[in-house]
């Protein structure tokens, strides 16, 4: 019993983790023959609360039938409590010395026990703003190209489609761009 | 109310894992980035590869059914090319920023993080200005 507590404190290797978010792929088409992605639920959350008055046509359908979706990402905050809260593990991300010596290179402060940095995520209107600005830029992105990391990395490339590559590309040139150029100057 | 059970907790175990797996890191996104380890490399790989040879099995199942009764298709995207790599391209600048794509910002949240909290509200607004300015992109 201590084993599986201590278990469930400590973070989890890359070869537990990745197979159980690619049986994600599977599990909802056993479910309900559902396609796996969470970023349709931004959209879904607009439909519910745009008012009549607005009328963007995109958010103008029964957003009930995707009441199944919402529920998954409901889950999904449920097992972040769990993880992060319930199951918290203290200790900091451990990251590799090449990462650590980055960090130390930028002004960022090591990782302590928290998932992400303090320098970025400390409520001030300055923080605030720019993780509003980057969130405008995931929700946009995500919709325009019809899906996000689930729904094309993981369900796209699971069953082999063609624009998931195209959107792979774009996501992993537009992470570089902002890891490499951005984020170095994103605090000074 | 019941036959949503199964969608609520299939999210749970996908949040659970997302912040177990440290996936909903900024410090490993960083890090995935810079090529400087090879965690999330191995977390995306090998989702794939499960998520793949499950499929292919699914193929091969005689009678395929879901628990809904309705049957089992493999889901297909609709053809294009612009949109996907110019979205892909916007998106994938706010994740190498921020460090969280949509999946960690629902598992973030569900910590109690106010910041996330605030990526959420960010992305909310960006899909609606998607949706209100989609007839002027090209696609």
């Known amino acids: 019993m201590d084993t599986l507590i201590a278990w469930l404190h400590a973070p989890w290797p890359w070869y537990v983790a990745g197979p159980i978010i690619g049986l994600m792929v599977p599990m909802m088409l056993f479910i309900g023959n559902r396609s796996f992605g969470v970023s349709s639920n931004l959209r879904h959350l607009c439909a519910i609360t745009q008012p009549p008055q607005v009328g963007v046509d995109f958010f103008k359908y029964d957003w009930k039938e995707h009441t199944w979706s919402l529920m998954f990402v409901i889950g999904t905050a449920l097992g972040g409590f769990l993880a992060g809260v319930v199951f918290a593990n203290p200790e900091p991300v451990k990251l590799s010395l090449a990462a650590q010596m980055m960090l130390a290179h930028w002004g960022f402060t090591q990782p302590a026990g928290n998932l992400v940095p303090e320098e970025l995520f400390h409520p001030s209107v300055r923080n605030y703003t720019l993780l509003f600005a980057c969130g405008v830029l995931v929700g946009f992105g995500t919709r325009y190209a019809a899906g996000c990391t689930s729904g094309h990395a993981i369900t796209g490339l699971s069953t082999l489609q063609l624009p998931s590559v195209y959107a792979i590309l774009g996501i992993f040139g537009g992470g570089l761009i902002a890891s490499w150029l951005l984020v170095p100057w994103m605090l000074k | 109310m019941r ?42 790989f090998s989702a794939i590869a499960t998520g793949m040879l499950s499929i292919q099995i699914i193929k091969r199942m005689g009678d395929r059914r879901s628990l809904e009764g309705v049957p089992i298709e493999i889901p297909s995207k609709p053809p294009g090319k612009v949109s996907y790599i110019a979205g892909g391209l916007i998106f994938g600048l706010g994740w190498g920023l921020i460090g969280l794509c949509p999946g960690p910002i629902f598992a973030l949240v569900g910590t109690g993080s106010l910041g996330a909290l605030v990526v959420l509200a960010g992305a909310l607004h960006g899909t609606w200005l998607y949706g209100a300015l989609r007839q002027h992109l090209p696609h």
Do not use: C, D
Request: glycine share 8%; net charge positive.
């Open chain 2, 3 to 44: 036959r949503y059970l199964p969608y609520l907790l299939a999210g749970t175990l996908f949040g659970f894992v997302l912040i177990k797996s440290e996936a909903a890191s900024w410090y490993r996104i960083q890090e995935m980035f810079h090529f400087q380890n090879f965690h999330m490399f191995g977390i995306l």
